[in-house]
């Protein structure tokens, strides 16, 4: 396989909204909920069931058509895309289609250190569909009509993205945006996030080919996969003398390959037309306006912030902003104590990450935490305690064990920061050692660690190392 | 004469006779009939819980509007508990679980349902002979040929002839192209179709949602109004519901008119007309103008195209909202050896040959590469003929036509779809335009069979629209059966 080959990608990204309620009827918008718990005589096409429109689905549309550059449109049009299946009782999907309520929009996403703008030429509100289960029973197929109904936000690009790495970027930073302005939960393995895979090749700089579209990737794992599989074997159709048909493929995921699903040739005529049970959307700029204020920072401009006004280091601060709860935990800390906010990042994406890991809790959790934690880092920045120390204790604030300054009493861990003390230590410490100080006199820098770690075993660990370091110092410059 | 909503109230209230008494009388007469205007009955068993509480009100003094008030309802109306048809093979064993918007109103002001009334199958019909039950025979007869049966006209065919034959006070009907209206012209009864949006649709089978609109089947324009009174609400659950506040229609329905009322007669409609129909126009003429009405000619631009025009929507509409009768979750289901295969044949099997034309044409004019000729430009030609009524509006008080242009025709006469269709010529633009239209007897034919007249208002006039019609009504002295 030549080298010369490159992909061309676009995206169709399925968000489900986290409303509380469906897209057009009240049932609650959950998951994990008991089968066909969540259903009533709309979501189930029961004769004469009409469909009500959830505003806060179109609020949630708006928010988001800020938060991607988008052009939000006034007006709008729900349709009904029509089709068979039993896990759509109506025998349509109502969507958008000639008249989407969002237009136009872009993201930034990083490319190897560069940011790369891929342009999104719409986003529009549809209903899901339930589940069909076929393996539960070798005769019969099983349905379940919970997600009937609920609110999807599909975001569609422009064919801008040319590699695996660039489209799960892209999709990462989507996914961050929309949990960022809290209008999807991002969850991907319970189906909140998924995407479609448009993908064709071409040779560098050349036409446009065929493109296939791959259905209904659920985790950024099988993007990449999906994507290097179906490059390669479109690739090798070509080079191998074929054609690409332009098909609807399935990944398998326990093969890790694509596989036609449907040609063109048998795909759909979806017959769009209005649909005539709801009124176009209207919107006033006064609705919009509204929303506005609700789409708060987003990650890029807490990522800037932290970075030139916090002074973290930039690797860390984007671990903090990749999800907003970080950030909201990271800024309440900030907000709360005078320890150096860079002190707290590292601290932050250290150990408190690495225990919240640990016990497979929630990052939100330690909202309520804050106090102490930021108690236990000023102990420390203020060298009350050594880093080490506070590293030991930190689990046991977390796990509620009381107050760190109580802590470090209880087990004793102060630091000896008493020059008097020390210099009493380390003057025991230098007795005998004649033959190492006359070594570090002579140049031998390494004698220093030898002796630091001597006085601060006889302190048990308790001495501060930092004054340790400068009483040896003063002491075998003489 | 049939006994009016007012005047059985006040034997009710007067304890010339009971609710339950009233029931049975009905009953009775209504299992006797040979109309097949009933899918289904309801014993006095199902409603004796309502009976009594009715009786116990007019006991204590305090009946609600319609109280004791035994209807029947088009079995397109989702009832609780008691099967809805829409006279469909596909939904022959459906007992909904919720009660339409318009029926709870109704049972909300006293009135009792005696049955589920006949109608064409999902109401796709002018004649009432695509329903899966059979077909509704019109109670009168041509007095030159007594005995051959004839069509009430559909798709509310049941509940015309019904309340026509005595076996109902009124019906709960719906109108898409002129399914309330036409019946009633041709049972010699009153119809009334309210404007779009103002009685919700949620509970009513869906045939073509943005034409569909339920109204009352009765006797008498007072009947009509104390019916709309009842089911003209808003309601929060249908979007196309309007807000609008609504009137008293009853009251003042029969006071003088205060003010000159100016009728557009359309000359276009009455081009190829029988003598038969012509006169119901003139004698309606002769009759309202003594009272202050003025008569002028008004000529449409857009009649030519208002039947191709419903029939690309309507069907289109339908195609999509019988989508949902596919025998996975309820309704009939034939077996099949793949999923493709139980589609197939329940829906074969479970729609009628009517329905199953109509699903075909939807769909063809939806499908990729004919919407644009068929389906957007139908739309097109919707906004002309509104605006073609409201140039017209800007003129005239109300616009009066025949309601049909023939009187009712012998069952199996019609058995070509085209000149069926042409059967709503006069229905079908008040239809496409959402406006109010009501059908009132105005006299008979040659053959002795009855003639109806419509009056058109303007959106949302039902008030005035009641008022002119009762009092032509009046003036025309129409006797029923």
Known sequence: MGNNWEMVI?????????????????????????????????????????????????????????????????????????????????????????????????????NEGNQKKIRIERAHLEQDAGKSIHDIDPKFSFIDLNRVGTPLLEIVSYPDLSSAEEVVSYMSSL?????????????????????????????KGGELGTRCEIKNLNSFKFIRQAIEYEFKRQVDVIESGGKIEQNTMLFDTSTGETRAMRSKEFSHDYRYFPDPDLLPVNLTQDQIDKVKTSVGELPQAK????????????????????????????????????????FIAAWLVGDIFAFIKENNLEVSSLNEKTKEITDLLKLVSDDVISNKAGKEILPKVLNGQGKPSDIVKELGLEQVSDSGELEKIIDEALVGEEENISKFQGGSDRVLGYFVGKCLKATKGKGNPKLINKILLERLKN | MKSSISQIKDSLRDKKISVEELYDEFLIKAKSSKTNSFNLLLDKEN????????????????????????????????????????????????????????????????????????????????????????????????????????VPGGSSGGSAAAVAEGTCVASMGTDTGGSIRQPASLCGIVGLKPTFGSCSRWGIVAFASSLDQAGPLTNSVEDAALILNSINKHDFNDTTSSNHVREDYSIGINDK????????????????????????????????????????DVEFKTTEYALSTYYILAPAEASSNLARYDGIRYGVREDGKSLDDIYLNSRTKGFGDEVTRRILIGAYVLSAGYYDAYYRQAQKVRRLIKDDFQRIFNDVDFILTPTTPNEAFKIGDKLDPISMYKNDIYTV??????????????????????????????????????????????????NGQ
């Not at chain 2, 409609?269 to 008569?295: C, M, P, R, W």
């Open chain 2, 257 to 296: 008119l205060d003010q000159k009322i100016k009728i557009g007669i359309p000359s276009d409609y009455l081009k190829d007309v029988s003598g038969d129909i012509l006169s119901q126009i003139e004698n309606t003429k002769k009759a309202l103008i003594k009272h202050n009405v003025e008569f002028v």
């Open chain 1, 10 to 110: 676009g995206l169709e990204v399925h968000a489900q909204l986290n409303t509380s309620s469906k897209l057009f009827s009240s049932s609650p918008n959950q998951f994990g909920s008991e089968p066909n718990e969540n259903v009533n005589f709309i979501d189930s096409g029961m004769p004469g069931m009409l469909p009500v429109m959830n505003f806060a689905c179109i609020e949630m549309a708006i928010k988001t058509g800020f938060a991607l550059n988008f052009k939000i449109n006034k007006y709008s049009v729900f349709e009904r895309k029509n089709y068979f299946y039993p896990d759509l009782p109506q025998g349509y999907q109502i969507s958008q289609f000639e008249f989407p309520i969002l237009t136009e929009g872009f993201i930034n996403i990083d």
């Open chain 1, 175 to 203: 996914r961050q945006v929309l949990m960022y302005i809290d209008v999807c939960d991002g969850n991907m393995q319970e189906g909140s996030l998924r995407a479609d895979v448009n993908l064709s090749v071409r040779k």
């Open chain 1, 303 to 342: 990522l800037d912030k932290f970075i030139k006004d916090y002074n973290v280091d930039k690797d860390i601060a984007k671990i903090i902003t990749v999800e907003k709860q970080n950030a909201i935990l990271f800024e309440k800390m900030i907000s709360e104590t005078d320890v150096k906010p860079k």
């Open chain 2, 429 to 478: 633009p008040t239809s496409l335009a959402g406006l109010p239209g009501i059908s009132i007897p105005s006299g008979l034919s040659t053959n002795g069979l009855p003639l109806g007249i419509q009056f058109i208002g303007n959106y949302f006039e039902e008030k005035k629209l009641l008022q002119i019609a009762a009092l032509a009504e009046k003036e025309l002295n129409f």
């Open chain 2, 47 to 150: 409603n004796i819980l309502s009976i009594k509480e009715s009786q116990k009100r007019y006991e204590n003094g305090n009946p609600l509007p319609l109280d004791g008030i035994p209807l029947g309802i088009k079995d397109l109306f989702c009832t609780k508990g008691i099967r809805t048809t829409a006279s469909s093979k596909i939904l022959s064993n459906f007992t909904p679980n919720y009660e339409s918007f318009v029926t709870q109103k109704l049972l909300d002001d006293g009135s009792i349902f005696i049955g589920k009334n006949n109608c064409d199958e999902f109401a796709m019909g002018s004649s009432n002979e695509t329903s899966f039950f059979g077909p509704v025979k019109n109670p009168w007869k041509n007095k030159n040929v007594p005995t051959d049966d004839l």
